[in-house]
Every structure is written in C-alpha cells, then in structure tokens.
C-alpha cells in the first residue's frame, strides 16, 4: 500500500484530517515517511544538506563554542550536549573529534547525547560513531515505540481532530524525557540545527484551520473553525491571517520546546534554524512560509509525492523564545549564522577551517566553502541562531564569542 492510500484510508476512516496530520504522516510515517524510509535524501547528493555537510568548520566552531559554554559554567566535571534531530551524526562526529583534539579538559567532561527517531538515520548514526558509541562518550537515545500502520490509521479522539497531532519527533522528545538521559544536575547544552522546521504545522487562513479530505482519489481542502490553541498562539506569537492569506501556526515546534526546555535545569540552548520573529510579520513579512524539497529544487505543492519530498515551514523564533523564559532561560538576541560563526572565528582567523590544508588550493577551496557558511549569498544570512542561558552569569552568557560578532566593547 502506498503512502498516498494510507493517508486516503484514514481520511475515509476518520474524516478531514489537519494539516499538521498529513504533514506528519508524509515525514514521519514508521515505514513510507521522508525521514523514517532511507537517509539518502541527505547530503549534496540527496534533496537537501545542512551546514555539516559544507565543511566540518561548522562543527569545529561550534565545538570551540560549546567549550566557551562549559568554562561559563564554571567548567563542571560533567557536562552533556544534547543534539536533537542529529541527522546522521555528522555534526557530532566533528563536535567530538575537534574537542579531542583541541580542547581536553572539555571532552573529558563531555557526554554527547543524539536524540534521532527515524530508524535509517540511526543506522547510519550508529555506523559513523560506532568507536565513540562503544567508549559511551556519546549515547544514541531511544526513540518512540514503533508505530504501525494499523495505529496509525486508528480513528483519533475528538481532541486529536480539533486541536491537532502530536508529531513523531515530539513523541520522541517526550521518550527521552522519561528515560533520564539528561541528569536534572548536570549543566547541559541543548542544540537543535534545522530540527524544529521539520516539524508538523497547523495552516490557517481567515477561512479558518486548515483540513485535508478526499475526492475522486484527489487530495482536497477544507476549513474548520480555529481551535483555542491556534488562536491563543496567533494573539501571543503571531498574527492573524488576512482574506486570502494563509499563515502556519508551529504549535508542534513551540510544544517541543516547552518539553525540551523543561528538561534543563542549567546551562545553554542553542537553535539554528529558518525562521522569523513576530515584529517581521508585523512589518508585512513572512505571511506563508511551507514549502516542499526535492532534488535541491523547491516547490509549493506539499500534495504531490507524499513521503518522496521533505515539506517545511519557517519557525517562529518569538514562540521559542517564550517557551525558554517560561521555564527560566534567558533569550539573547537573535542574530544571523553569519553573525554567530564570524563571532566564534574572528579571534582565531577561522584556522579551525585551514589546519588541515597543505597545499594553496586546498585552501583555496575551504575558503570558498567557509564563504558559503557565512555569507548572504550562502547560507549566513538564511539561518538565524536563538542562544538562550539558564542558571549562567549573565555577563559571562552575553560575552559568548558567537553573540559578540560587532558588538563594541568599551575603552579601558
């Protein structure tokens, strides 16, 4: 049975479904999702790659910032970094190596913890960290129960049809909350790069919320009056819709969040993402953001090819924002990749990226790929960072070399 007829069955079964229901499906269904069915969709050769797949430099500098996170705490004996959607481990392995290499004291006192549902990702999480996996410096968490297709296709409560499903990553999150992983008194790092936009998202208009049904074995679109949550979330972090207009609502990312964030007891959070603030979208931008991938090309349809192309949304960063504060953190300013990457490299010139070259166009070549990490032309000025801070000095927070890329500091 293909994915397409999954998704017609249940609708048969249940009736319209959400949005954030059919998006859920198409990515994270157990056996035909985008994310659960094979991991070749990563890298250049695939849909799509991340900042780990441009050069290791991501992950050196980013290690060199985590250190800076671990003596703001006052360098603890223990300290565990926790990358959720870790993809298939390539940050980690860099973060791993070059902490190694270049910062002892730090990696002795390092617990990686790489919290990834889809099975495929973490076979190939378990073949590329294999050695690190066998020492424990870093642990695979579990993921959700495995979800058949039976389940899935079970007729869902009234709660479920009104106010939205419960994403396959979120239920992951909430697995690895159970199982005390993450120590209440061990300073941690959360990090979350390009986690949060894959996640399922309600589609509202002023017609109201948005639901998918079937006709003539076509995929059809229907509304359904906006749920207390969906106007709770667009009073609070956002804005409401316009005639004619359309607008996600992310209350699967906020609601990871909250859980996430309630995890951490002390230390940093750090988000790398697409996405956008309230103010933006009062200003007139980011008024419908979903879009599909596939083969590096992009498109608006998210009904074709159900489980074959990746479907994303922008995230609402003042929604993260408010779910950090309400459990204690403290959010900095949002600032740009680039800004945050040049911040960590400027002391050191970036020879995290040039230690290994030895000839002139070895070189040549990482600064080219180094160019397309921080540049507007690449990916600098498309991904923004949220670092937020609990139970830190907030001077030493504030002083992060990733948060102080052109901040001025007073004479002496």
Not at 35 to 57: E, I, L, M, P, W
Not at 264 to 280: A, K, N, Q, V, W
Not at 307 to 330: M, P, V
């Amino acid at each position: 049975m293909s994915l397409r007829q999954i998704i017609e069955q249940e609708i048969r079964a249940c009736g319209p479904i959400p949005f954030s229901r059919y998006m859920e499906l198409c990515l994270y269904h157990p056996e035909l999702g985008y994310y659960t069915r094979n991991a070749a969709q990563f890298g250049k050769a695939g849909d799509f790659y991340t900042s780990s797949d441009v050069h290791a430099v991501f992950g050196r500098l980013l290690a060199r910032q985590f250190e800076e996170m671990w003596r703001a705490l006052d360098r603890p004996a223990q300290i565990e970094i926790r990358e959720i959607g870790p993809g298939r481990g390539l940050f980690a392995q860099d973060v791993l190596d070059w902490s190694e290499k270049k910062f002892p004291q730090f990696f002795s006192a390092l617990r990686y913890v790489l919290v990834e549902a889809s099975p495929a990702l973490r076979d190939q999480i378990e073949r590329i960290l294999e050695d690190r996996l066998k020492s424990g410096r870093a642990v695979l968490a579990e993921g959700p129960p495995e979800v058949t297709a039976d389940a899935l296709i079970a007729h869902p409560t009234q709660s479920e049809q009104d106010f939205g499903w419960r994403s396959a990553s979120s239920a992951a999150i909430e697995s690895e909350a159970d199982d005390g992983a993450l120590a209440p008194a061990m300073p941690a790092v959360l990090f979350a790069n390009e986690f949060f936009d894959a996640l399922p998202v309600e589609i509202v208009s002023a017609r109201g919320s948005l639901r998918i049904d079937v006709d003539r074995r076509q995929f059809v679109e229907t509304w359904a009056p906006l749920s207390p949550e969906e106007f709770e979330f667009l009073d609070r972090y956002s804005i409401h819709p316009e005639e004619n207009e359309r607008m996600e609502i992310s209350l699967a990312a906020h609601n990871a969040a909250d859980e996430l964030f309630a995890q951490l007891g002390r230390g940093f959070s750090t988000i790398i993402d697409y996405g956008y603030t309230r103010d933006e979208q009062l200003a007139g931008r980011h008024h419908g953001t979903l879009k599909t991938i596939r083969q590096h090309s992009v498109s608006a349809n998210p009904y074709e090819a159900p489980g074959e192309q990746d479907i994303t949304a922008d995230i609402n960063f003042t929604a993260l924002a408010g779910a950090a504060e309400k459990h204690g953190l403290r959010a900095h300013k949002l600032i740009t990749q680039s800004q945050f990457l040049l911040g960590i490299g400027e002391s050191t010139q970036f020879a995290d990226a040039f230690q290994d070259c030895r000839l002139p166009q070895e070189r040549a070549k990482v600064a080219l790929q180094l160019k397309h990490l921080v540049t507007p032309a690449g990916m600098g000025e498309s991904f923004h960072v949220l670092v937020a801070s609990k139970g830190v000095d907030q001077s030493k927070a504030s002083s992060l070399a990733g948060l102080s890329f052109g901040v001025s500091t007073p004479d002496k």
